[in-house]
């Protein structure tokens, strides 16, 4: 059985920047989330708990990001 954590972990030490972008999450996680559900569990204030703004793109710290993609798996 694959460890879940450890499959988040893997996918966290791969991502290079200190950030993720709301546009980019399907890519930092591996395809399994689209930018329509993060937004979705944003609005129903279950995102991740940091966020902020580059360019007018919505942005999340790493580990808020990776914090957030554990959480949702069962």
């Known amino acids: 059985m694959l ?19 709301r546009v980019d999450c399907k890519k930092a996680s591996g395809g399994v989330f689209t930018w329509h559900i993060l937004r979705l569990d944003e ?19 790493r580990e808020a990001f990776f914090s957030w993609m554990r959480g949702k798996m069962r």
């Open 3 to 21: 460890d879940k954590n450890l499959m988040v972990q893997e996918l966290e030490n791969a991502w290079s920047l200190p950030f993720v972008l």
């Open 43 to 61: 609005q129903r204030n279950q995102g991740p708990k940091e966020r902020f703004k580059i360019g007018g793109k919505v942005a999340y710290p």
